[in-house]
Structures are given as structure tokens and as C-alpha cells.
């Protein structure tokens, strides 16, 4: 018996299988389509790990890139690395003199003191940018922290005069002619001079002129010395006795500045030692002023700086010419000073009941002006700094007019001296000095 096929049937059975077959395919594809992204998620992060690496080309190929090298330049860095040491080293050094500090410094003079026995006959000054003591015998340097930094005990007892110029030093036993001169810390040369030592006079590299008398009656000798003792020269002078001098050119040209008593009118007499010139025209005047008195002067060039009892006066070299920077009355000026590049001085301003500070160049540039309430004990004046001593404080100014500040003390030192590139002042006081740093 033949079956009957029931099509209604068969049509359901075939939708069934239809979507049986759908849904297996629909869960292929997801899987393909997951393991698809995958690969390309992978890709991206290898592609991202060699992007550095390679680059497209213009067909659109893949290409390694060329390695990029960092080259480190050596000579910039060490140029910065100099740069930023010389300013530090400015700032250090420098700094202080326009009121920038690196390090903070106490106000209080009680930090930072010597003590030590002193007595009328002891010397004090700067040397090598340090402060000396000469006390029995001995020569003592501090540095601007109260340090003792180097001593010297002479073999023989005596009352030197003592001459320093930057990192020299000579002290003279003018009663036996022996000459002792120092470099940095170290004694260079002991000589002794025939003769009666009258004065000494230094340069910055050592060379020496002794200004002596022969005991057979020959007043004025001028002895010029280099740092190892040999002699350059003798010039025999007039018999008036020196003021002031300045040596230049290894001590070959020296400028000096001499008494005159040999008329009504005394005065002084500018004259010039210059070797290089014919025997004969070696020692010329410069120029004679009579009712004048020289109290410093300072060469610069072809100029003459000059201190006078009533004027600060330029004086060329070359034919005499004077002319007159600043003139000045006794009752009104108090403290006047000459300078490298400029001149500093201190009067009083009577149209306000003041007092004023002027530093001013020698060409005639105001540098700075500047008023104060009352008139100090000293003044002390430097190439940088003006330090003004009052009875319990000391006030400082540095040539432009900058305040420095105040520092207290306890009363009006016996004797000030400036050091360490002008930015330290010692205070001398029996048995001790405070030292103020700017």
C-alpha cells in the first residue's frame, strides 16, 4: 500500500530545518566576524609597535624607516654649564656690592670679631684682599670670616713702615736700610739699602722705588727696584722731599709730586722720570704750583688726578695744562676722595640744612647724588663703596647711590679699613675688630 505524501506536512518540516540551518550560519558568521577584529586589533597594535619603524612609501609600500640618532653636543652643554658657573661666580662676588646676596650674612657685629692685645704702635691695612695686623713683630692676615690665614715673625725687632700694593707687600727698617718684600704669602726678597730709607713705593707687579738719603749728604736719591731686587735705575733729584708716587711701565716712567720751600711762595712741583727718553730729557717738570698743597693724586692715561687743598684739578701729562673739576670751601666740604674713574665727596647743603653725596667722573659725569640726614665721624671711601662711620652705626653706600644698609655698633672705631674687594670693613677697637660684610 503506497503512502500518501502529506505536503502540508512536508512544508513545515522544511521551514524547520531552514531556520536550523539560518541560525547555525548567522553563529559562523558572529565567530567570523570576532576572530576578524581580533586579527585587526592585532594588527593595529603590531602596527602601532613599528610605526616608529616604517614608513609608507609613495606606492604605498611598507619601508623601514631610517633611524632617527640623537647626537649630544658637548661643547653646548660645557658652554652652559660655564655660563652658569660665571654668573654664580659674578653674583657671588660681585653681588653684594648692589645689595644681592648668595648667602645670608648676620647684621650683628658681635658674630663676627677678633680679639686680640693690641697697641698704639700696631699696623693695620689690606693685603692680597685680606686684612694685616702688625703687632710685636709679627704680621697677621685675617680673611673677611675673622680667620687667621697666614703669620710672619721678623727675626729682628724694629718699627717697620709698612707699603702694599694688591698681592705685595714691603715693610723697611728705615734705621738699618733692610727692605723685606712679600708676595701672596711668601717672603720673595730681603735686601739691604745703602743708604737712609726715606719712603717706598709699590706696583702691581712687584717693582719697587725707595726713596733714599747717602750720609755723605746727598738728600734725594730715587732707586728704582723689580720684585727680585736687581736695579732698574737711580735718579738723583733735588733735595726737596717727595709727596706722593706713581710708577707706570714696570717703574721705567714714574709720575711724582714734590715739595717746593725754595721761595716765598711754597708749593709743589709735578715732575716725571721717563727712561726711555734721551740721557738728559729723562726727568722733566710738569708743573709748579705755588700756595698749593697735594694731599693724594691718581694717573690715569695722560691725566693727573689731583687732590688739592681747595680743588680736585686734572693736570695733563704732556703739556701741563690744569683744569679745575671741582671746586670747594673748607666750611662746607667735609670728607673728599679720589677714586679710580671717579671722584666722591661729602658737603654740606645749606640752602636745605643737608647733607650731600655726590660721586662724579672725571669727565664730568654725575654718577649719583644722594642726601643724608647727619654728619658722619669718618668717611671711607673705595673703588666700589662708601662707608660712612657714625657714632653707633655705620652706613653704606656703593657709587651709584644704591643703600647698602646699615650695620649697629657699639661706638666710633679708632680706625677702619677696608678689604676683600671693598665688601668688607673692619672696625679697630682696643683688643678687638668686628668685621662687617656687605
Not at 539560518?22 to 586589533?41: F, L, P
Not at 728705615?174 to 726678597?189: A, C, H, P, R, V
Not at 707706570?248 to 716712567?253: I, T
Not at 670728607?335 to 647743603?349: G, I, M, S, W
Request: proline residues 1%; hydrophobic residues 35%.
Amino acid at each position: 500500500m503506497k503512502k500518501r505524501k502529506n505536503k502540508n506536512s512536508s512544508v513545515f518540516l522544511d521551514e524547520e530545518k531552514k531556520q536550523n540551518v539560518d541560525s547555525s550560519i548567522d553563529d559562523d558568521i558572529a565567530q567570523g566576524v570576532d576572530i576578524v577584529n581580533r586579527n585587526r586589533e592585532e594588527l593595529e597594535n603590531q602596527r602601532n609597535k613599528r610605526i616608529g619603524k616604517f614608513e609608507r612609501n609613495a606606492n604605498g609600500q611598507m619601508i623601514e624607516r631610517p633611524k632617527i640618532r640623537y647626537n649630544i653636543n658637548v661643547k653646548a652643554i660645557v658652554t652652559i654649564v660655564v655660563f652658569i658657573v660665571i654668573v654664580c661666580w659674578l653674583l657671588y662676588s660681585y653681588g653684594p656690592i648692589f645689595g644681592i646676596h648668595m648667602t645670608s650674612m648676620s647684621e650683628n657685629i658681635e658674630d663676627n670679631k677678633i680679639e686680640l692685645v693690641t697697641k698704639e704702635s700696631d699696623i693695620y691695612g689690606e693685603f692680597n684682599d685680606e686684612l694685616f695686623v702688625y703687632s710685636n713683630n709679627t704680621i697677621s692676615t685675617y680673611d673677611n670670616n675673622c680667620n687667621l690665614t697666614w703669620s710672619y715673625t721678623f727675626s729682628e725687632s724694629f718699627s717697620p713702615n709698612i707699603y702694599v700694593q694688591g698681592r705685595y707687600m714691603i715693610v723697611t727698617n728705615n734705621s738699618t736700610g733692610m727692605i723685606y718684600l712679600f708676595q701672596g704669602k711668601n717672603e720673595i726678597l730681603n735686601k739691604k739699602i745703602d743708604g737712609i730709607i726715606k719712603n717706598v713705593f709699590l706696583d702691581d707687579k712687584g717693582n719697587f722705588a725707595i726713596e733714599y738719603s747717602l750720609e755723605n749728604g746727598y738728600n734725594n736719591i730715587i732707586g728704582v727696584y723689580n720684585k727680585s731686587g736687581e736695579s732698574i735705575y737711580d735718579a738723583y733729584l733735588s733735595q726737596e722731599n717727595i709727596i706722593s708716587l706713581k710708577m707706570q711701565n714696570d717703574g721705567k716712567r714714574i709720575i711724582f709730586c714734590e715739595a717746593v720751600t725754595d721761595s716765598s711762595n711754597i708749593g709743589i712741583k709735578f715732575r716725571q722720570i721717563d727712561i726711555s727718553k734721551n740721557e738728559g730729557e729723562q726727568i722733566t717738570d710738569i708743573l709748579k704750583l705755588d700756595n698749593n698743597f697735594l694731599y693724594d693724586f691718581i694717573v690715569e692715561g695722560k691725566m693727573i688726578y689731583a687732590l688739592l687743598d681747595n680743588s680736585i684739578a686734572s693736570i695733563d701729562i704732556d703739556n701741563g695744562n690744569i683744569n679745575t673739576l671741582k671746586e670747594f670751601d673748607s666750611t662746607q666740604m667735609i670728607f673728599v676722595a679720589l677714586n679710580n674713574d671717579y671722584y666722591t665727596y661729602l658737603e654740606r647743603d645749606i640752602s636745605e640744612d643737608a647733607y650731600v653725596v655726590e660721586n662724579i667722573g672725571y669727565s664730568g659725569n654725575k654718577i649719583s647724588s644722594t642726601k643724608i640726614d647727619a654728619v658722619p665721624k669718618d668717611m671711607i671711601s673705595s673703588n666700589w663703596i662708601n662707608y660712612y662711620i657714625y657714632q653707633d652705626y655705620v652706613y653704606i653706600l656703593n657709587k651709584w647711590g644704591v643703600d647698602l644698609g646699615k650695620r649697629e655698633t657699639n661706638f666710633t672705631p679708632k680706625k677702619c679699613v677696608v678689604f676683600n674687594n671693598d665688601k668688607s670693613l673692619a672696625l679697630i677697637y682696643t683688643n678687638k675688630i668686628y668685621i662687617v660684610n656687605l
